[in-house]
């Protein structure tokens, strides 16, 4: 029988279908000391001139973040991919990989060499292709918004359709990056509905958690809370607010104390703290990393204040 089409070009769930997965996450590695905050700092590709990656130098930058604590991410700002073009970017993932980064590698992954234009199907394609490179590299992918979803203005069962379709085709583990209107406007009314909370629970074991760019504290708060019954991570992305994020305030109301671990979860190998707080996938901080590392250090040590005072200076 063949299934019914939606607007976005992958069939329709038939009726009667199996219930989103409820698996957790595998057991976190003996003798780790779980994270209690991953902060993971986007990178822009250093580049020589001419406009070619200078690979040395980009490893050289990765090597001293992760020796201050941090996780690095590659590829999530849409312009610096189009200029890039996934080749170039593959290339510096594969160098940066081999580095063995302390604290992990994430990098974007998106619809290259297929585009916006191309069908949806075409473009899962490509995003799957990406996953598998980057998982093949030693990162760990973190799948960015399709604008073409938004512009076609598909309903909410649409897209968890889509994602269906794609975690299909992914080995995991993925983050999810939902990113909104404020930050980029093309992406109008994504994730509508109850799609995000729907396809977030899809496969909990192979979406470990989610990048949140919406700049809404209180319904991140909301979000991560619902994250959380399923071992999954929240990493914010909104440097106005990381310091309440961080601690675990409710709605950016900071308090007098760090939110504590309720328990431990596994990401690519590592062990991570898991409570009512994000940890972060941030953009713009690398320049200030010395300053941020001693704010984390702060919060490590139980100082709710004296984080919060540090990390409103890097806003």
């Not at 209690?36 to 990765?62: K, Q, T």
């Not at 996934?86 to 990098?107: F, I």
């Not at 990048?211 to 504290?217: E, G, I, P, T, W």
Request: glycine share 10%.
């Amino acid at each position: 029988m063949i299934q019914p089409q939606s607007k976005s070009g992958v069939p329709a769930a038939r009726p009667g279908e199996a219930p989103a997965s409820s698996t957790r996450s595998g057991q976190v590695p003996r003798g780790d000391r779980p994270l209690l905050r991953l902060c993971i700092l986007s990178v822009p590709a250093r580049r020589v001139a001419g406009g070619a990656v200078d690979l040395d130098a980009c490893a050289a930058e990765a090597t001293r973040l992760a020796g201050l604590g941090f996780g690095v991410a590659l590829g999530l700002d849409p312009a610096e991919r189009a200029d890039l073009a996934w080749n170039r970017l593959h290339e510096l993932v594969k160098r940066t990989g081999e580095l063995g980064l302390a604290h992990g590698l994430v990098v974007g992954i998106s619809n290259e060499p297929a585009g916006s234009a191309a069908s949806i199907g075409d473009q899962l394609e490509a995003v799957a292709a990406q996953a598998s490179a980057v998982e093949e590299a030693g990162g760990v992918p973190l799948v960015l918004p399709l604008p073409a979803l938004s512009r076609r203005r598909c309903k909410e069962a649409e897209y968890v359709e889509v994602y269906r379709t794609l975690l299909a085709r992914v080995a995991g583990p993925v983050i999810l990056d939902w990113t909104g209107a404020r930050v980029r406007p093309e992406l109008l009314d994504y994730f509508p509905g109850k799609s995000f909370e729907r396809v977030m629970a899809l496969e909990p074991a192979k979406v470990r958690g989610a990048r949140f760019a919406l700049l809404d504290v209180a319904r991140e708060t909301r979000l991560r809370r619902e994250l959380l019954a399923r071992d999954q991570l929240l990493f914010t992305a909104d440097r106005a607010h990381l310091g309440p994020l961080l601690l675990g305030s409710n709605a950016g109301i900071a308090g007098d104390r760090v939110a504590q671990p309720v328990r431990e979860v596994e990401l690519a190998g590592r062990a991570l703290a898991l409570g009512d707080f994000s940890h972060a996938i941030v953009a713009g901080l690398e320049g200030r990393a010395d300053a941020l590392a001693e704010a984390l250090a702060t919060l490590a040590a139980g100082d709710a204040a004296g984080t919060l005072e540090r990390l409103a200076a890097l806003a």
